[in-house]
């Protein structure tokens, strides 16, 4: 296992405007929050200060005192805090640029989702594949702590090689307590509760 926290601590992720993609909004460090739509420095300040966010509703709850619902929505096409599919309250899955009514009933529709493989499955029943691919971007399945395959672990938004072996080493985990103790020696508690958010605590296989 593991030893020496000071030499072995991963380097806090972060994710790079110039990347593409919809990035997660606890990853992207103030200066290039600034690079975002219609985020100023008062507005990356509110980001920073609010972190860790660990909803989409907790996100747009901080930008709505600060933007229009037209600039946060521009603002989603680049950043967002990824939605839990199977728990996400409508309001939270109408956040997501382009949402309908309709879609967002059909995101319901197929719950429990298992995977990405059966979202993709079922919401490509309604849109093409380059939308499908679009959607997944603001969507995640929370990844069991037992079982989760390394695959599973990587879609982690910030989710390192390093950190994914940290969580399996220390498996099977009893408690989500065990997994605060375990993974807390690695990274800080902002850190610990964005992960946190990301994963759930499945049965211990015998």
Do not use: W
Request: glycine share 4%; net charge negative.
């Amino acid at each position: 296992m593991t030893v020496g926290l000071t030499a072995c601590t991963p380097p806090a992720p972060v994710q790079h405007v110039a990347d593409g993609g919809v990035l997660d909004p606890n990853l992207i460090d103030a200066g290039e929050l600034q690079q975002l739509p219609n985020v100023d420095e008062a507005v990356a300040q509110a980001i920073v200060a609010a972190r860790p966010v660990l909803s989409a509703g907790a996100f747009d709850a901080v930008l709505a005192p600060m933007l229009s619902e037209e600039q946060r929505t521009e603002l989603y096409a680049r950043a967002f805090r990824a939605i839990d599919l199977n728990s996400a309250s409508r309001e939270e899955i109408m956040l997501i640029p382009g949402m309908s009514e309709r879609m967002a009933h059909e995101f319901e529709e197929y719950r429990p989702y298992t995977s990405m493989e059966q979202f993709r499955r079922e919401i490509g029943k309604y849109v093409d594949t380059t939308e499908v691919a679009r959607l997944a971007q603001y969507v995640h399945i929370p990844v069991p702590l037992n079982a989760g395959t390394k695959a599973q672990l990587l879609r982690v938004p910030g989710m390192s090689e390093r950190m994914v072996h940290e969580v399996e080493e220390y498996r099977p985990y009893a408690s989500i307590e065990q997994f605060r103790k375990e993974i807390g020696k690695y990274v800080d508690e902002q850190e610990l509760a964005r992960l946190e958010s990301y994963v759930v605590l499945d049965p211990v296989q015998e």
